[in-house]
């Protein structure tokens, strides 16, 4: 059990670093309206990090949102079955849309959903971020 928590750790690390580079590359620009925030930008609901690599997480997130008016949010859950949807881009959609999530009139943003328990993960983009990203915008996780 150890050896996947790490595993899932390094991975879900290197998704995150995956996704704060791309938002980086995303200008920064003033849209009126600013950011809803209601909900924070890391939500661990499977419980992958601890405690303080979630709020180190968080920090960071809340830090590059607002440096590039751009809202990088991710989100954890146990599986698909543990939130009552059949897609990873439904639940992620709406998660978007529920929480008024991104940045101005267009909810400018992305979103990386990662399914812990079916080992699967999904971007999802609004506004600004909706140009298609260079990788797929969902994936299985390989076990090694």
Known sequence: MKKTSNR???LFAALAALILAAALAVPA???EGGFADLYYRMNDS???LTEDE???LEAS???LSVRQSFDVVIATIES???VDYDSMEAYADDLYDFCQFGYGSDMDGVLLLVSAGDRKWHIST???GSP???MPASSTLASR
């Open 126 to 128: 609004c506004g600004y």
């Open 29 to 31: 620009f003033a849209v």
């Open 46 to 48: 499977a419980e992958v």
């Open 54 to 56: 979630d709020n180190e």
């Open 61 to 63: 997130l809340e830090e």
């Open 8 to 10: 899932l750790h390094s």
């Open 80 to 82: 698909l079955e543990s």
């Open 132 to 134: 298609p990203l260079r």
